[in-house]
């Protein structure tokens, strides 16, 4: 079955402890994205990556990594996360880019204490 | 810079009334544009897509959505809303040269009511 998995779906940590939040595709596709879900705002765009070691940013970046080491996993990593980063955050991965369907994990529901 | 608008934070309709959401779109040139549906607890997942051509497109589950140049508008209509389309709604907007960036509307979050 075509999906994006995401790990884990609820994550409650403390400020400054650093963490990653996987994102794996089974769908060999190029293109891979991470975004922020706030209320009232939508969703808004961390890191992209149009294919294996090419990352980039998007409108929100501040606080976050990323490293696109294989085609399939796209892990985002806080290193010190601070309580504005409570959030839902999705991975999406799609074919050659954001013109193309995109496929959603189902969420990391962060809360920062 | 490019934007979407979403005007309708919520919008309450009953079951089997016809449904239409608004969409307005600020973009230098025609972009490609897309409505996704997020469901509680779910993922987004792509209801339909306009690239070029009928500007009236149909997509998933009955859904269709017009594009109106004039307007710089991507409506999305059903003519029959069912209880199980209760969910969130994005409309969102890529640039043909850059496909790298999506832009999501704010969502209308869609309640039906028996």
């Known amino acids: 079955e075509a999906q994006v998995t995401q790990n884990p779906r609820y994550l409650i940590t403390v400020t400054g402890k650093k963490l990653t939040v996987t994102c794996s595709q089974n769908m060999n596709h190029e293109y891979m994205s991470w975004y922020r879900q706030d209320p009232g705002l939508g969703l808004r765009q961390i890191y992209y990556s149009m294919n294996v070691e090419v990352t980039d940013k998007g409108d929100v970046p501040e606080g976050y990594k990323v490293s696109r080491k294989e085609k399939r996993n796209f892990p985002l990593i806080l290193e010190s996360p601070s309580p504005n980063q409570t959030s839902l955050y999705f991975c999406?991965?799609?074919?050659?880019?954001?013109?193309?369907?995109?496929?959603f994990g189902s969420g990391t529901q962060l809360s920062v204490l | 810079a490019q934007s979407v608008t979403q005007p309708d934070i919520h919008i309450t309709v009953s079951e089997g009334a016809s449904l239409e959401l608004r969409c307005n779109y600020s973009y230098g040139a025609t972009p490609y544009l897309f409505w996704y549906v997020q469901s509680p607890g779910q993922g987004l997942q792509l209801l339909l897509k306009?690239?070029?051509?009928?500007?009236l497109v149909q997509g998933i589950k009955g859904f269709e959505a017009e594009f109106k140049r004039s307007q710089s508008s991507f409506n999305l209509r059903k003519p029959s809303v069912h209880w199980s389309d209760a969910a969130e709604y994005f409309c969102?907007?890529?640039?043909?040269?850059?496909?790298?960036?999506?832009?999501f509307g704010t969502g209308t979050l869609l309640a039906v009511q028996p």
């Open positions: 969102a907007v890529v640039g043909k040269g850059a496909t790298n960036k999506l832009i």
């Open positions: 999406a991965s799609g074919r050659t880019g954001g013109g193309e369907k995109l496929f």
């Open positions: 306009y690239f070029s051509g009928d500007t």
